[in-house]
């Protein structure tokens, strides 16, 4: 017996029989950049401008969350110590790195925490910097940033509003979108597609559990009934007709 489990010991470390993945090992460079990008962000709360002014290159293409296009002088011009009443700070996590001589992309989420006035936020952002390597340093040529809204916050809407809205509409032609209440449930499913719970936002405005994207806002005429549905997407909007 004790040679048949010595036998399975020594073939378990052979072919990795139970043996835990062990995570790649992060590069020199790639600590260099985070630690470049983590001094970046602890300047900004500080108005330490001298640290952009090294590690931001002067040609730098910066998208901010406000989708504003930004210069060098545009960064730096704005770093200033926050105002009485605020206080935050910026930490990187899921950082991932994409590294190929003097060019380097790292990619990760900025988890803000920010107090103002006593209340806290938690946005987080996801970025993509660029870096080249310019007479042996890093510096950031490109920074790219959106917001991951948090969580939705939904709406108790009566049970008779909900059911002026079950029904089918129609896009096109074989392309539809059906309402359902399933128990306490608002659904939706488009034709090929899997059902979706829909949340309210008010009483003419729903969304998908799970999601930003795809909001739908139902059009009733002055006496109630449901004619169309909106289906809004960054403020576009696709026009469903009610059908059934």
Same mark, same amino acid.
């Given at each position: 017996?004790?040679?048949?489990?010595?036998?399975?010991?020594?073939?378990?470390? /052979?072919?990795?029989?139970?043996?835990?993945?062990?995570?790649?090992?992060?590069?020199?460079?790639?600590? +260099?950049?985070?630690?470049?990008?983590? +001094?970046?962000?602890?300047?900004?709360?500080?108005?330490? #401008?001298? =640290?952009? @002014?090294?590690? !931001?290159?002067?040609?730098?293409?910066?998208?901010? @969350?406000?989708?504003?296009?930004?210069?060098? #002088?545009?960064?730096?011009? /704005?770093?200033?110590?926050?105002?009485?009443?605020?206080?935050?700070?910026?930490?990187?996590?899921?950082?991932?790195?994409?590294?190929?001589?003097?060019?380097?992309?790292?990619?990760?989420?900025?988890?803000? +925490? @920010?107090? =103002?006035?006593?209340? #806290?936020?938690?946005?987080?952002?996801?970025?993509?910097?660029?870096?080249?390597?310019? $007479?042996?340093?890093?510096?950031? !040529?490109?920074?790219?940033?959106? !917001?991951?809204?948090?969580?939705?916050?939904? =709406?108790?809407?009566?049970?008779?509003?909900?059911?002026?809205?079950?029904?089918?509409? +129609?896009?096109?032609?074989?392309?539809?979108?059906?309402?359902?209440?399933?128990?306490?449930?608002?659904?939706?499913?488009?034709?090929?597609?899997?059902?979706?719970?829909?949340?309210?936002?008010?009483?003419?405005?729903?969304?998908?559990?799970?999601?930003?994207?795809?909001?739908?806002?139902?059009?009733?005429?002055?006496?109630?009934?449901?004619?169309?549905?909106?289906?809004?997407?960054? $403020? $576009?909007?696709? =026009?469903?007709? #009610?059908?059934?």
């Amino acid at each position: 017996m004790k040679l048949i489990i010595l036998v399975l010991v020594l073939l378990s470390s /052979s072919f990795g029989v139970g043996a835990q993945s062990r995570p790649e090992p992060v590069s020199r460079d790639e600590k +260099e950049l985070v630690r470049i990008a983590q +001094e970046l962000f602890d300047a900004i709360a500080i108005g330490n #401008k001298p =640290v952009w @002014e090294k590690y !931001v290159a002067p040609d730098v293409i910066y998208t901010d @969350e406000n989708w504003r296009i930004l210069t060098k #002088k545009d960064l730096v011009d /704005s770093l200033a110590p926050l105002p009485k009443g605020y206080s935050g700070s910026i930490r990187m996590a899921n950082v991932q790195s994409r590294i190929n001589g003097d060019a380097a992309v790292l990619s990760y989420r900025a988890l803000e +925490e @920010e107090t =103002v006035f006593g209340q #806290k936020l938690t946005p987080i952002y996801l970025v993509t910097d660029t870096y080249f390597k310019r $007479n042996g340093q890093w510096q950031m !040529v490109a920074s790219h940033i959106s !917001v991951l809204p948090s969580e939705r916050k939904s =709406v108790l809407v009566n049970a008779k509003r909900l059911e002026s809205i079950v029904g089918e509409y +129609e896009l096109s032609p074989g392309n539809t979108y059906t309402i359902t209440i399933e128990g306490n449930k608002l659904m939706g499913q488009r034709s090929g597609r899997a059902k979706e719970e829909l949340l309210a936002a008010d009483e003419h405005t729903f969304f998908p559990r799970g999601s930003v994207r795809g909001e739908k806002v139902f059009v009733q005429d002055d006496s109630g009934r449901t004619l169309k549905m909106l289906d809004r997407r960054e $403020n $576009n909007d696709l =026009v469903w007709t #009610k059908v059934k």
